[in-house]
């Protein structure tokens, strides 16, 4: 039953977004198509509540991650994971599987259909009955090629003044751009001359979210994919999403309203949801998409990877030490989605603040060795910085300067996935790190695009043998990585929001401390960065305490004595 209360936290945000560009009558208007949205929907869905538990772990994929010829891709997947991922994962967070024309599918051409060779929406809602399912609100553009932009240029609904356009009197020299091609295309159309706004690529155009009339459309997008089972909601690229005249058009008061409002209406459904933001940006811009505990649920941790992945490659805890040390404890409903691979590269942006100009140089020097290629983007039109390295985590992690030939390949990996799955927060794992994956170094030469090096698609018969030769690479990484997943989702001191306590044991060591939300676990994680074997003194209340992922620690005078790259979960019960 909606309030009079949730009515004027509706009305505020829409006043907060949209007073000074509509009358008050319009304002009105939309208000009450939200509020008839809502109450259409409750009317039509009995309560449902979502808990979070340490038994949250998500797996990220594509529909067609695994494929069989002549068969639906999501089916096919379907089987695999019942197969041999229920007892590791109870989410699954399906990349776009919309109808797309580039980008592995963000350049959306139609939000209501799934793409045919992936399967149907059926296909979801079945997953969905025994799994949580996340699922991408491509919302800051939309395909070129797509039915709102056909409808667009017909002056049609749905799409008419759905695009974003710009006169050339728009001042764009502080937008912050995370790609390097050209921002603005120059067009004719209904008799003048505009520039449509293409932030990541010219067949993506930017959504005009000055028009409530997309924001309203977006709100159904979100109750047409619960209705269709998904129950949590990344929304891509959020940071972009409002531009104003002479303004970085990033982050801007305006994107963070939109949040608070989506969040807003999905408190108010029956069917309770989640919304993550995906923000690849500096730390304290990253954070910000908390708000006030009424923005996001979840933020991806996205200085995570590159920080975990340097302290390993140079075999020091100093920069991840400093950044665990001074990152918050998240609040009661908010949480960190922790991953180290995703189907994009590993950030850059997140370093910004937390790496300096000489540890950033050989980090990437270090990558481009170990076969990464790199996505750019332009600043003030002229300099490219580097966006983001693509790169499996596999390849990233085989070598190194102090290990060469790459003896410790499968510890350094183990370990890395050991700190991800452990870290305050909850644990996402690419589908394609299940088995240790390398560079797909065949489609890279075929498209030409840096990230399709970290997007290898795996079919069904060929993985089922690999995994089923017990001396294979994928059955070894496979077994590693899901016997981690399969302890933490019995441990209360790996609940999402138990506290985290950071542990410095000096820069040969990454170590801290969980408590359980009721006080009555305590785990205390300790991974050796080091190729060497490597001794710390250890306090004697944990003398007796059960190692959760390896052999009975053996500790003398109180010294513990760590294998190169070996982590250890240290339990109290």
Known sequence: ???????????????????????????????????????????KNSKKKKKISEKTTLVICYGDSVYLEKKKSIKVFQNFFQ?????????????PFYPSSSDSGFA?????????????????????????????????????????????????????????????????????????????????IFK??????????????????????????????????????????????????????????????????????????IDLLNIQTKIITETNLPEKENLSYFGKNDEANWIYNFSLPPLLIHAFLFENS?????????????????CYLNFIASHDGIGIRPTEGLLNKKTLNDF???????????????????????YEANITVFDALKRSDYDQKGIYY???????????????????????????????????????????????????????????????KQSIFYKKISNLLKVRRKQKAFHPNASRHNLNLGTNFFSFKRVSIDKNQTIICITNLSSKIQKTYLNKIYHSWNNLIGPKIETKNALLVLKPFETIWLSNN
Not at 32 to 43: A, G, M, R, T, W
Not at 318 to 334: F, Y
Request: charged fraction near 30%; aromatic fraction near 12%; glycine fraction near 4%.
């Open 410 to 472: 499968l510890e350094r990996y183990v370990s890395a996935h050991a700190i991800m799955i452990s870290f305050e927060g909850i644990p996402a794992i690419y589908f394609n790190s299940m088995f240790g994956t390398s560079n797909d170094e065949a489609k890279y030469i075929m498209t030409g695009n840096s990230r399709d090096l970290n997007r290898y698609k795996w079919n069904f018969k060929d993985i089922s043998k690999k995994l089923g030769n017990k001396n294979s």
């Open 108 to 188: 959306v051409k139609d939000h209501y259909k799934v793409e045919n060779k992936l399967g149907n929406w059926s296909n979801i809602k079945n997953f969905s009955k025994s799994n949580s399912v996340m699922a991408d609100m491509v919302i800051n553009h939309s395909s070129a090629r797509g039915l709102w932009f056909k409808n667009f240029l017909k002056k049609k609904k749905p799409g008419k003044d759905y695009f974003l356009t710009v006169d050339s009197k728009f001042n764009t020299s502080k937008v912050v751009r995370p790609r390097d091609h050209k921002l603005l295309k120059k067009i004719k």
């Open 83 to 95: 197969k041999k991922l229920k007892n590791c994962f109870n989410t699954i967070h399906f990349l």
């Open 1 to 43: 039953m909606l309030t009079q209360k949730d009515q004027k936290t509706i009305r505020s945000k829409l006043d907060n977004i949209y007073k000074t560009i509509l009358t008050k009558k319009d304002i009105d208007y939309f208000e009450n198509d939200i509020v008839q949205i809502i109450k259409h929907f409750n009317k």
């Open 364 to 386: 990437l020097k270090r990558l481009r060795k170990n076969g990464s290629k790199f996505s750019y983007r332009k600043i003030h039109n002229k300099i490219k910085k580097v």
């Open 192 to 265: 003048k001359t505009d520039y449509l706004w293409r932030t990541f690529s010219p067949d993506q155009i930017d959504l005009n979210f000055k028009n409530p009339s997309v924001l309203i459309q977006f709100i159904k997008i979100m109750l047409h994919l619960i209705n269709n089972g998904v129950t949590i909601f990344r929304l891509d690229a959020i940071a972009y999403l409002w531009k104003e005249n002479g303004t970085r058009c990033i982050n801007l008061k305006q994107t963070h309203e939109i949040i608070k409002l989506l969040r807003n209406v």
């Open 318 to 334: 100093s920069c991840l030490n400093k950044w665990s040390k001074n990152l918050p404890n998240t609040k009661n409903g908010n």
